[in-house]
């Protein structure tokens, strides 16, 4: 006699990240690792939505203990502090995060442009994560149209298109339509996880979270 097979129960994931935005690498990863201890019941689509964490940075960036300090009021210790502990999760989710790198912080609407683009070809997560890797492993500028093609070279897009897209402003309009739409719905932080565009999961929760929620939601659903 044969086991039936399980049924996977289909879910779409909205994140709503910045490229420049560290606890959205930690959210993604510990939610990747949820969907993985779940991907017996699980089948899940992640869509990755744009959103700016500094809408007006100059084309030269900030230095980012002077941004921090501006935005947060933060200490040196407490800048300290949180790198560390990002450091630290990173590491705990297999990631690297070289803190020493990263000392500007850079406009990402560039970015999300490629990102739009790298979903309609499917190949979105690869691109998020090679942009997550240049400026967090790498130190490199996420602004920069080099880093951007380099970035879309590694996940297996076209490169030549790649700086098309860039030099000529392409899918402009939509990630501006993206970024008020979620900004209309509440969204004013990152990670925001939206589940079945009605279940918010707000930060760089740990794995066993975002595993509980998935749970919840698939059974009430």
């Known amino acids: ?10 879910v779409r994931i909205d994140f709503v990240s910045d ?15 949820a ?10 689509e992640i869509h990755f939505q744009p959103f700016e964490l500094n809408v007006n940075m100059p084309p030269e960036g900030q230095d980012i ?23 630290a999760r990173g590491e705990s989710l297999g990631f690297t995060f ?5 000392g500007r912080i850079y406009n990402t609407f560039d970015a999300h442009r490629l990102l739009h683009w790298a979903e309609l070809a499917g190949r979105q997560r690869e691109l998020k994560m090679a942009l997550f890797e240049a400026y967090f492993t790498q130190g490199q500028d996420p602004s920069s149209h080099e880093v951007l093609v380099k970035a879309a070279d590694d996940a297996g897009l076209d490169p030549e298109t790649a700086l098309d897209i860039l030099t000529s402003g392409k899918y402009a309009d939509e990630v501006r339509a993206r970024e008020q739409f979620y900004q209309q719905n509440g969204i004013s932080s990152v990670p ?17 979270v975002f595993e509980q929620a998935l749970r ?3 059974t009430q659903e």
Do not use: F
């Not at 006699?1 to 289909?10: I, K, L, Q």
């Not at 925001?192 to 066993?208: F, K, T, V, W, Y």
């Open 19 to 33: 490229v420049s935005c560290p606890w959205c690498v930690i959210g993604l990863k510990s939610l990747e690792q």
């Open 192 to 208: 925001a996880i939206i589940i079945n565009e009605r279940h918010l999961i707000s930060g760089g929760q740990p794995p066993e």
């Open 98 to 102: 070289s803190m020493d790198k990263r």
């Open 65 to 87: 203990g002077e941004h921090i300090a501006e935005k947060y009021g933060s200490t040196p210790e407490q800048m300290a502090q949180s790198r560390e502990a990002i450091r």
């Open 1 to 10: 006699m044969t086991t039936p097979a399980t049924t996977r129960t289909p």
């Open 216 to 218: 919840q939601i698939i």
């Open 35 to 44: 969907l993985s201890t779940l991907q017996d019941t699980v089948a899940a």
